[in-house]
């Protein structure tokens, strides 16, 4: 079955860090380019990051480029998103979607951002 | 960024009723959309990809059409499970960018 299981969301406090994991199974991880995609309790989507297949071209959202890290491990059939500096408004569940047309979506991880 | 307006924002319809959604982009971006649905708690679907290609597994009662600014997501006959909110989203460039989505409630 082809998969994307995130992991490592929690509650953090402003200013601090986190680093989410992206498991992928079931297909040829390195063969695709992974996105993370976040929402915001009650709100829509939003596209924070991309990743290319070789980790060679990245991209980011102006409301996280700066603070936001993402990385891969072809290895290991992992993405990951370093976050740092966190506010109340990176409060979020937190998606990893698959390739140009995001048509594999992990199950979302929750970032809560409180004091 | 490329700007993407849904419309409605939701609408009530019966089993059985034929469903339409719109969505907008600021500006020209071909056939690069997709249609996704978002069950309440669950992560979103690819429903439809390229404005009008049919992702594997999702009903024929879903379909979509369009190119350059103008698009739309067309239920044939609205089933129960059907009931969701709906998002289109660009793939002509970065950063991605999503309509605001609308919400499909039960009449």
Redesign the interface.
């Given at each position: 079955e082809v998969q994307l299981v995130e992991s490592g969301g929690g509650l953090v406090q402003p200013g601090g860090s986190l680093r989410l994991s992206c498991a992928a199974s079931g297909f040829s991880f390195i063969d695709f380019s992974i996105?993370w995609?976040r929402q915001a309790p009650g709100k829509?989507?939003?596209?924070i990051s991309?990743i290319s297949m070789s980790g060679g071209t990245i991209?980011y959202?102006?409301s996280v480029k700066g603070r936001f890290t993402i990385s891969r491990d072809n290895a290991k059939n992992s993405l990951y998103l370093q976050m740092s500096s966190l506010t109340a408004e990176d409060t979020a569940v937190y998606?990893c979607?698959r390739a140009?047309?995001?048509?594999?979506?992990?199950?979302?991880t929750m970032v809560t951002v409180s004091s | 960024a490329v700007q993407m307006t849904q419309s409605p924002s939701s609408l009530s319809a019966s089993v059985g009723d034929r469903v339409t959604i719109t969505c907008r982009a600021s500006q020209d971006i071909r056939t690069d959309l997709g249609w996704y649905q978002q069950r309440p708690g669950k992560a979103p679907k690819l429903l439809i990809f390229a404005a009008s290609n049919l992702h594997g597994g999702v009903p024929s009662r879903f379909s979509g059409s369009g190119s350059g600014s103008d698009f739309t997501l067309t239920i044939s006959s609205l089933q129960p499970e059907d009931f969701a909110t709906y998002y289109c989203g660009q793939a002509y460039n970065y950063p991605r960018t999503f309509g605001q989505g609308t919400k499909v409630e039960i009449k």
């Open positions: 996105n995609v829509g989507l939003e596209w991309y991209y959202a102006d998606y979607a140009v047309a995001f048509d594999v979506w992990g199950q979302g | -």
